[in-house]
């Protein structure tokens, strides 16, 4: 009886625990979108590629305000709640706002690369990675090992196989790629390609946004010479665009490093810490001569 008053007590705590992350993410998603707004507010008058600049350092400044907040005060946010609040923040002002001057089939294509999006997000939430099994590794030193680390087990054989070992599931993944704060998982040889199709999903939704607000910025216009300086709808529909711009940008360069990764069938956690993997060594048998 004791045993499941503790259990409640520890389910209730982490439901609350979740849920004050979730709403510290949303906080932080109003605060980036209506921070970002005051850029095309005050500098309307300066070229299209300064308020881009002035946005990313406006976003880098909201960034190491969170951080702050986390040390300071104990207000931690989740990464994937933040991702998730974004695209919920940017459709219904889509679909409340920009909507309405978009015609019928970029509405649809839009709308399905939204939901599409989301179904993706939730799916590789909850989808098993590739978590390394007991008949898997085919060692009982898993399971031996109190603190489930490296340690107990043989780090050779397991970079042989592809299996890797996650600081932060604390656990280990076959053809593990990295920890994806953003996503809420990590990536491994189970839910990789879907991975890919997300990062591929992100940019076209994004692109199809950018193509939307300009059009809707543009026949907005035509009805008041200063409507972006004076309207809050018409900066945040500016500003929504620039934080667009600026997802496409790092994107574009994370799936092409992607890309690459495939190509050469390398992962990113190998990649980064190739010193601790045994077949990224290179051992030369004889000596190298020099000519003089």
Not at 106 to 124: A, H, R, T
Not at 169 to 188: E, L, Q, S, T, V
Not at 253 to 265: A, E, I, P
């Amino acid at each position: 009886m004791a045993r499941l008053r503790d259990e409640k007590k520890l389910l209730v705590l982490g439901s609350l625990k979740l849920i004050g992350r979730c709403t510290v993410s949303c906080i932080f998603v109003f605060v980036t979108q209506f921070s970002l707004s005051l850029v095309p507010r005050f500098f309307s008058a300066t070229p299209f590629l300064l308020q881009l600049a002035l946005s990313a350092l406006l976003l880098l400044v909201v960034l190491g305000f969170n951080r702050c907040c986390r040390r300071l005060l104990g207000l931690y946010s989740s990464a994937s709640a933040f991702v998730f609040f974004n695209i919920l923040f940017i459709w219904s002002f889509y679909f409340f706002v920009v909507r309405k001057d978009i015609s019928r089939l970029m509405d649809g294509l839009f709308n399905g690369e939204v939901v599409m999006m989301v179904i993706g997000l939730i799916s590789i939430q909850s989808m098993d990675p590739g978590l390394a099994t007991h008949e898997t590794l085919g060692s009982d030193k898993l399971f031996e090992s109190s603190s489930f680390g490296v340690d107990g087990l043989d780090e050779s054989s397991l970079s042989l196989r592809r299996i890797r070992y996650c600081k932060s599931c604390k656990a280990y993944i076959k053809g593990f790629d990295h920890h994806c704060p953003a996503f809420g998982n990590c990536i491994g040889q189970n839910n990789y390609a879907l991975f890919m199709v997300l990062l591929v999903g992100f940019l076209t939704t994004e692109a199809s946004y950018l193509v939307c607000s300009a059009q809707f910025v543009r026949k907005s216009r035509n009805f008041g010479r200063n409507w972006s300086e004076i309207n809050l709808v018409g900066n945040l529909a500016i500003s929504t665009m620039l934080f667009s711009i600026l997802q496409v940008l790092w994107q574009g360069v994370f799936l092409m490093w992607h890309v690459y990764c495939v190509c050469f069938n390398v992962r990113t956690d190998e990649w980064i810490n190739w010193r601790k993997y045994p077949e990224f060594q290179v051992v030369y048998s004889e000596p190298v001569k020099r000519w003089i």
